[in-house]
């Protein structure tokens, strides 16, 4: 079993200069690092049928891949020594970053997402770096001991459970200070392998709305937090009064800071309420069945404007990574015409978003919207057919099961 404990550190002036220099410096590494890669592929690749017949061939050159990189390590420690001050496996973890970046655009990951061409990062932009090994005892006493650092105060808040040994630790900057982050891993809890199978009884469908946070198929509903609309008026006189400050002054910067705060903020108090979500669905029932959410799909309609959209993604996949530790289960189901279907008869009753309550011509049943498209979730999931359930032929309940797996954040 894998999970991460953060904890906030409290360096000393020093401490922040050191880790400040790193991060500049790998920075710098890494942009290096991202150009060498792409000066290869803009040498070797020319379209078939634009190939020049004269040219001059430059010197054959190895495609810079992650062992040439980090065997190249040395000569940047030759010429520039400031990279000798910084841990060597913390450098090597720069270019184990570049190859992944490279990787990632090109190979789509398990959930067949690609990601965007690596971005060259400008100063500040490279918040974090990590130790790939550590001593099992380098935290004693409110104190962590970074190699090269030192012993860094931290604010333990809550112990590291017994028996969980720490695999990775990472640094990083954020608008309030500095954090660390600590991958923990437990041999002894053997990844569950039970498998749950949904049924009618222990499956409960969720439908996530602009109403309301969401809907069960109980007929249960989350509301969505009042502090979202406070926090959000509050970035709103942040942001008027960073447009009358010039930009790059002090007042500016200043102000620059509070609302990267109140960003930091905002997404804790979400997390926390993602968190506690969770824990309420998977106390109510073993499998938890949820629309196959299009994210990058939604960001481009109008509901991207909605407080909630960056939301929905982070609470999925915490509540799978959640309910994997538990033994339990999430299924992600076809999100077609889930609100539109009859949970009742099957049959398809068109409806305007402004509609609220779903009744239905052709048994007659009417109940509110979402509670509707929450059923429709859970039949979904469990591959219960209204039509199949009733003798019918016509099977429109068909069950697109797949697990929804997301990696731990
Ligand atoms: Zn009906």
Redesign the pocket.
Known sequence: MRTAYQYKLRPNSDQIATIELWLELLRRQYNYRLGERFSWWSENLCPVNACPLVMPIPPLRDNPDYYSQKRDLVNTKDKFSEYKLIHSQVLQDCIKRVKLAFDRWFKADKNGQKLGKPRFKGIGRYRSFTYPQIKLDCIEENQINLPKIGKVKLIQHRPIPEGLTIKTVTISRKADGYYVTLSLEDKSVPALTTIVEPTLENTLGIDMGLKEFLVTSEGESVPIPQYYRSSQKRLKTLQKRLSRKKKGSKRWLKVVKAVAKQHKKVADKRKDFHFKTADELLSKAEVIAHENLNIKGLAKTRLSKSINDAGWGQFLSILTVKAENTGQKTIAVNPKNTSQD?S????K?DKELSQRTHS?P????AIDRDLNAAINIKNRAVGHSVLKARGSRRNTGAANREAHTIAPA
């Open positions: 009859c009742n008869c099957g049959k009753v239905c052709h048994c007659g049943i």
